[in-house]
T-cell receptor
Framework: SQQGEEDPQALSIQEGENATMNCSYK?????LQWYRQNSGRGLVHLIL?????REKHSGRLRVTLDTSKKSSSLLITASRAADTASYFC???????????FGKGTKLSVKP | GAGVSQTPSNKVTEKGKYVELRCDPI?????LYWYRQSLGQGPEFLIY????????DSGLPNDRFFAVRPEGSVSTLKIQRTERGDSAVYLC??????????????FGEGSRLTVL
């Protein structure tokens, strides 16, 4: 099963532009995480935001969480060609302990 | 090693054969997860271990799939009577589990299974 749904499915931008990806989920959560995956590689954790947080920053990343709308956004500022990858949001399901991933947004940053 | 290690990295087998995929998590991580990822899709949850026991195996698609973690470290995902639809990348991840919140997952590079 997949909890999160990312939007858009694919995004193509020029280097230096900002990239915004959105994620919607269905059930209540304790936290939401964003991961990045380069083609043919494993996933790498980017940032975790807890349900009682509204915004979090890490370097060029900014994540927001709106629990009333069950949605989150990931903003990458001043994008670089090296940011080209797929980005996934993942949510826990109450206290189960597992993470459920969405289908991802494929980001292409052109130099 | 410092990261999650998965072997083999690639496995090609024939329909009907038995396959084992191995995951060696980060030392000290009590939680271990198996996911399956098809091309262009997100990781699909299969099973999650807390220590030696399967805390949640609700993602296993059918009884051909089984996973063990006998000593609370290395885990093996076993697939019997493989079918072409089992072809995917099988990802393993580990984490320091928090009692109330799922922590950050550390992923291996995956095992690409191709069933001919």
């Amino acid at each position: 099963s997949q909890q999160g749904e990312e939007d858009p499915q694919a995004l193509s931008i020029q280097e230096g532009e900002n990239a915004t990806m959105n994620c919607s989920y269905k059930t209540s959560i304790n936290n939401l995480q964003w991961y990045r995956q380069n083609s043919g590689r494993g996933l790498v954790h980017l940032i975790l935001i807890r349900s009682n947080e509204r915004e979090k920053h890490s370097g060029r990343l900014r994540v927001t969480l709106d629990t009333s709308k069950k949605s989150s956004s990931l903003l990458i500022t001043a994008s670089r060609a090296a940011d080209t990858a797929s980005y996934f949001c993942a949510t826990d399901e109450g206290s189960q302990g597992n993470l459920i991933f969405g289908k991802g947004t494929k980001l292409s940053v052109k130099p | 090693g410092a990261g999650v290690s998965q072997t083999p990295s690639n496995k090609v087998t024939e329909k009907g054969k038995y396959v084992e995929l191995r995951c060696d998590p980060i030392s000290g991580h009590t939680a271990l997860y198996w996911y399956r990822q098809s091309l262009g899709q997100g990781p699909e949850f299969l099973i999650y271990f807390q220590g030696t026991g399967a805390a949640d195996d609700s993602g296993l698609p059918n009884d051909r799939f089984f996973a063990v973690r006998p000593e609370g470290s290395v885990s093996t995902l076993k697939i019997q009577r493989t079918e072409r639809g089992d072809s995917a990348v099988y990802l393993c991840a580990s984490s320091l589990i928090h009692l109330e919140n799922t922590g950050e997952l550390f992923f291996g590079e995956g095992s690409r299974l191709t069933v001919l």
